[in-house]
């Protein structure tokens, strides 16, 4: 459940990341020029749509920051829980090692003789 909101909170950010980035006005023009950068200009004035467009950068950059890294906690957490496991079957083990049956070796064979046994019984 929480795996598949973080999902979902870092899909959304990632999304949104791509398209402030792209609409950022840079040495270029940018996509922020095709999408009407002089307007954005007028409307947030010369120095305040780069303000809101760095600092919502930032903020999505960390968003996602946070994100990647409570996904890759949550994936890893079924092997960390594979582990505990593993580590508590060998303790199991090593505290049953006296009651288990040890495998016998097999026996040699019987040295081979040149007569064969008799079937008479005598």
Do not use: W
């Not at 954005?40 to 890294?69: D, E, H, K, P, Y």
């Amino acid at each position: 459940m929480l795996t598949t909101l973080l999902e979902i909170i870092h899909v959304s950010v990632c999304l949104f990341l791509m398209l402030v980035v792209l609409l950022q006005q840079g040495k270029g023009g940018g996509m922020g020029a095709a999408f009407g950068g002089g307007a954005t200009q007028q409307v947030f004035g010369g120095r305040g749509a780069g303000n809101i467009l760095t600092r919502a950068t930032a903020v999505c950059a960390g968003i996602f920051m946070l994100t990647s890294v409570s996904l890759a906690y949550f994936s890893s957490s079924g092997d960390r829980d594979l582990k505990a496991r593993i580590v508590e079957e060998q303790r199991k083990g090593k505290g049953n090692e006296g009651t288990r049956v040890k495998a016998s070796k097999p026996k040699p064979a019987a040295p081979a003789t040149d007569t064969p046994p008799d079937s008479s019984g005598k």
